[in-house]
């Protein structure tokens, strides 16, 4: 069936780089997509949203990009830091419901 | 303003024996989800309720799984008859509106 999925299960940044994040989408109706940041022992956190109507969004030192021709969502973290290591899902609203992908695993080195 | 609670956050059954986890909404959140989260997996979708009504129970993997959120605030989800396969973490999370949901931290299922 149609499912998010990522790339990249873990990706290796120093502190103070930036880092991107990809996902892949196959459910074309989706038009709403979030980004959950989970840290160990935790519940995902929200960090960005953004709509199918938009190709980007910004907030604080992060940035959503949206390329709806190639189904491809991507999380932008700049000057990574180590509180940033954490497990980060890209996830789609369909049919009312969170579907979430598997996970990128971030780890900031010093 | 506390964010969503739950517990236990850690659970040890037996197989064979019923648990039930709790979830303690946002105040004034009228809608509440559960998910499943198998390790190193993304949470699975469970169920669906908007105040006491549960709207949306087709990622229940088995009629061994029940919710109930009686007065449309705290939910309890029962597992009976427990099996290993429903070792995981549950989350809960609620939300005012349909996009952002707020998460708790989860209890995490161990079945021996």
């Known amino acids: 069936g149609e499912s998010v999925g990522l790339h990249l299960p873990t990706l290796s940044v120093q502190e103070g780089d930036n880092s991107i994040i990809n996902c892949a989408y196959s459910?074309?109706?989706?038009?709403?997509f979030i980004w959950y940041k989970q840290e160990s022992g935790k519940g995902p956190q929200f960090i960005i949203d953004?709509?199918?109507?938009?190709d980007k969004r910004q907030g604080q030192r992060v940035t959503v990009l949206l390329n709806k021709t190639v189904k491809h969502l991507s999380l932008q973290i700049a000057a990574t830091q180590p509180g940033d290591s954490a497990v980060y899902f890209c996830?789609?609203?369909?049919?009312?419901?969170?579907?979430f992908g598997a996970g990128t695993q971030v780890v900031v080195t010093p | 303003g506390a964010g969503v609670s739950q517990s236990p956050r850690y659970k040890v059954a037996k197989r064979g024996q019923d648990v039930a986890l709790r979830c303690d909404p946002i105040?004034?959140?009228?809608?509440l989800f559960w998910y499943q989260q198998a390790l190193g997996q993304g949470p699975e979708f469970l169920t669906y309720f908007q105040n006491e009504a549960q709207l949306d129970k087709s990622g229940l993997p088995s009629d061994r799984f029940f919710a109930e959120r009686p007065e449309g605030s705290v939910s309890t989800l029962k597992i009976q008859r427990t099996q290993q396969e429903d070792s995981a973490v549950y989350l809960c999370?609620?939300?005012?509106?349909?996009?952002?949901?707020?998460f708790g931290p989860g209890t995490r299922l161990t079945v021996l």
């Open positions: 953004i709509r199918s109507n938009m």
């Open positions: 459910n074309s109706a989706s038009d709403y």
């Open positions: 999370a609620s939300s005012a509106d349909p996009g952002r949901q707020f």
């Open positions: 105040s004034g959140h009228v809608s």
């Open positions: 996830a789609e609203i369909a049919w009312g419901k969170l579907q």
